[in-house]
């Protein structure tokens, strides 16, 4: 989301990031359904990706850490 501040932005990613991790505890009593499966490894992808890209915001954007004194 473009209008997101980096808080925000980690907040949402935490979220969708505890929902896949549901639906893969739900699809572990599905073994046989193969299109669940697969449908939950594109949307991991997706995740992943989202994951990379806030990271080179944070790297972009964030301060850096300040030294001690």
């Known amino acids: ?4 501040t980096l ?5 949402r990613l935490l979220r969708e990031t505890e929902s ?3 639906d893969h505890v739900a699809l572990e009593s599905e073994r046989l359904d193969l299109n669940g499966h697969r449908a939950h490894r594109i949307r ?6 989202a994951l990379h890209e806030h990271i080179e915001r944070i790297k972009r954007e ?4 300040s030294k001690p004194e």
Do not use: V
């Open 1 to 4: 989301m473009p209008d997101e």
């Open 7 to 11: 808080t925000e932005e980690h907040a």
């Open 20 to 22: 896949l991790r549901r």
């Open 44 to 49: 991991l992808q997706k995740q992943i990706d």
């Open 62 to 65: 964030a301060p850096p850490p």
